[in-house]
Each structure stands twice: as structure tokens, then as C-alpha cells.
């Protein structure tokens, strides 16, 4: 008796392991691939973003901005580029911490982006989220993933979403450099000067080191 109950039992605790709710957050890609994937958070004003797909361009590099709402509305022009040559992901509208929304709160935000960007770009987004600062939680997830949303977290980032505290091109290459690993999802923003003038120089580096960009198009699945 005692047998048949440690194998019931055995059973019980291996269903809840197979069937437990997923953690929908996505940190970085395969650690054992020399993929790594670029990203921005665009907001607040265009400054450096045109200049930033310039290089993308001209390297032929693949990238994903999330981009915030009130960003949209005031730079139609560079979103059109954005949708047309990289991934246009959503960022809010409102850039707030998302954990504080009601969930009708929540989806009414998820869907006036997704009009807004419809309406500018003429193409549906690629269904792809990062929340703002960071914060999300549990409820959260599921809302986005029940929308058929990916999450993108980031396990590389550097202090560079204070244009006017700019710590200079030099900063930002050594900082990202010595932090890409196998897999590494690396966020960006596009508001310092510094970000735009060292892209190139990251860039290069990282493939002298044998890193491949690639895309977030990588994570979704058949």
C-alpha cells in the first residue's frame, strides 16, 4: 500500500511540473548559441532614432524597438521606417508600471497601441511586449499571453535612458561589451547621443568576437 501511494504520489508532483503555468518572461535566447539580440526602448522624443536605423542599415543588423505610445503619436515618420526595415513592438501607451493598471485598464492600453500603430503603419504589429521599467507581474503575464503577446525582458542593459546624463561612447562600449554572453538579449534606448555615436563600435566588436545578430524572430514558434 505504502508502494502504490509514493507512486501516486510520484505521479501527482510530475503533472503539476508538466502542467504548471509557464513563466512567460523571456531573459535571453540558447546560452549555447553565439546568437545575440539587439533592442530598443524608444520614448519620450525622436532624437537618435533615425540615426541608430541608419547603422542598423548599413551593417545589416537586426533589431526590436519597443516603442511607447505618446513616441508614436508624435513621429509618425520614423515609426513607418521602424515597421518597414526592423520589428515595431509594443511599449504602452502609456509607459507606466502596468501593474498598477486594472486589467480593463490594461487591455483598453494593449489595444489603442495596437490601433494607433495599424493606423500609421498600415501592417499589424509583431505581437512582441516589453513592460515598462521593467514591472510586471503574474496577472499581468497571462493577459498578454492569453493576447498572444511574447514578453522580452533583457539580461544586458547600461545606464543610458537620461539623455541629458550622457556617460559617453565610451561607457557604452565597454559596458555592453563585457556584458553579451552566448543568448544575450541587450537593451538599448535611443536617447543619448552616445547610444547612436557607439552602435557602430559595439557592433563590430561584438562580431570580432564571433557574436551573430540576430532576431527575436528567432523565439516564436510554428
Known amino acids: 500500500m505504502r ?9 501527482f508532483l510530475f503533472c503539476i511540473t508538466v502542467y504548471a503555468e509557464p513563466n512567460h518572461l523571456i531573459y535571453n535566447g540558447n546560452e549555447k548559441s553565439n546568437k545575440i539580440y539587439l533592442t530598443f526602448d524608444d520614448g519620450y522624443s525622436q532624437r537618435n532614432t533615425l540615426l541608430i536605423l541608419d547603422t542598423l542599415e548599413r551593417y545589416d543588423i537586426p533589431a526590436t524597438f519597443f516603442i511607447e505610445g505618446q513616441f508614436m503619436q508624435e513621429n509618425p515618420v520614423a515609426v513607418k521606417r521602424i515597421a518597414e526595415e526592423q520589428i515595431l513592438a509594443n511599449h504602452t501607451m502609456c509607459h ?6 486594472t486589467n480593463d485598464e490594461f487591455i483598453s492600453d494593449i489595444k489603442e497601441f495596437e490601433e494607433l500603430a495599424y493606423s500609421i503603419t498600415g501592417k499589424e504589429i509583431t505581437k ?3 513592460p515598462p521599467m521593467g514591472y510586471i507581474n503574474e496577472e499581468k503575464e497571462k493577459l498578454l499571453y492569453d493576447m498572444g503577446y511574447m514578453i522580452f525582458m533583457w539580461n544586458v542593459k547600461i545606464y ?37 555615436n557607439a552602435l557602430p563600435i559595439v557592433i563590430e566588436r561584438l562580431i570580432g568576437l564571433g557574436y551573430e545578430f540576430s532576431s527575436l524572430m528567432d523565439f516564436k514558434k510554428d
Open 128 to 130: 512582441f511586449f516589453r
Open 96 to 101: 507606466c508600471d502596468i501593474t498598477k493598471l
Open 160 to 196: 543610458d535612458y537620461v539623455h541629458n546624463d550622457d556617460k559617453g561612447v565610451d561607457y557604452v562600449v565597454n559596458n555592453i561589451v563585457k556584458r553579451v554572453k552566448n543568448g544575450s538579449i541587450i537593451l538599448m534606448h535611443t536617447l543619448t547621443d552616445s547610444n547612436a
Open 3 to 11: 508502494k502504490i501511494f509514493i507512486v501516486m504520489l510520484s505521479l
